[in-house]
């Protein structure tokens, strides 16, 4: 909004006090006040976050075989716990409305892939090499203000239940730390399909 300069226009500045809340008189036109919040959000939905290159081979022993035990031991996961829609959950009042978005989800998502293609090379190698195929189905409870996993399950088809992948799936997810965000608690649910059943 362009203000006029004539000898009517008189009041607290150039614009003659026209100008409202968030703008200021600037050489006799209002301008938009530069919040400080607002280049930090433009750079936030500018910038794409960067992301592992894809797994393009599921589920192959990229060990040597006297690397590993000779006796698979399955990772001990007992103390995560599971998923489950039924338990009662703790609401924080002063939580506020955040949630991560799908561009940060995916990006964490795939650093936890590289973690489940590690357990299912270990399982490989104990299989003789290679896997059958399969799907990995996971629900994942993140909590905002710590960014960990606070509960998974894992379910897997019949040729990904062998050598403890469930297990150490489940330990790969629930090490992962999530960035944090101020909002209630948040559940992801993610499937890895690996090769032909």
Known sequence: MACKRNSDSRGPDQC??????????????????????????????????????QITSWGECTHERDELPKKHVAVDDSAIPQYDIERPRVLDWSEGEEQLNEQVLSA???????????????????????LKGGRLDMVVS??????????????????LQVFG????????VADHEFPR????????????EIGEE
């Open 165 to 172: 992948i469930v297990p150490c799936v489940r330990k790969a």
């Open 16 to 53: 003659g006090g026209l100008c409202g809340q968030g703008t200021r008189c600037e050489g006799g036109t209002c301008v938009v006040e530069n919040s400080e919040d607002t280049p930090v959000k433009q750079e936030v939905e500018t910038n794409e976050i960067p992301m592992r290159p």
């Open 142 to 159: 993140l909590l905002g203000k710590t960014g960990r996993v606070d509960a998974v399950t894992v379910t897997a088809s019949r040729g």
């Open 181 to 192: 965000y101020n909002g209630p608690q948040m559940t992801v649910k993610y499937n890895i």
């Open 108 to 130: 964490h998502m795939r650093e936890v892939e590289y973690g489940i293609n590690e357990c299912l090379s270990i399982a490989a190698c104990y299989s003789g090499g290679s």
